[in-house]
């Protein structure tokens, strides 16, 4: 599956998957919000999950990352959100990005926050 994704990428280019990947992202985005106001579409949800995940493993195997760094990394990231959730850090408004869950004014971009 490498070889093959990294052949679309190079067929493509940067530039123009780093659109598609944007693109794809809204795509997915605009089907979580319908879930959320209209209820559960199933197939099309996957669809859109398919396509993001096809994007971005072209430009994590394009930047040289295999599947063992990638799930690595995954795993670590997993481990410490379950880590957090145990020891509480969401529940305080400082690390928590959720801004239903803030208590005091936050000017900040959700993105940067």
Not at 14 to 32: G, N, V, Y
Not at 34 to 42: A, L, N, P, Q, T
Not at 73 to 79: C, D, L, V
């Amino acid at each position: 599956m490498e070889e093959d994704l990294l052949k679309i990428f190079n067929n493509f280019g940067s530039k123009t998957q780093r659109k598609k990947l944007c693109e794809e992202f809204m795509e997915l985005q605009d089907e979580l919000f319908y879930i959320y106001d209209f209820g559960d579409d199933r197939e099309n949800l996957l669809s859109e999950v398919a396509d993001v995940l096809i994007l971005v493993l072209q430009f994590a195997y394009e930047y040289g990352y295999d599947n063992e760094e990638i799930v690595k990394q995954m795993k670590y990231k997993i481990n410490r959100t379950l880590e957090r959730i145990e020891s509480g850090y969401y529940e305080k408004p400082d690390n928590c990005w959720y801004p239903w869950k803030r208590t005091q004014k936050d000017t900040r971009p959700l993105w940067q926050g």
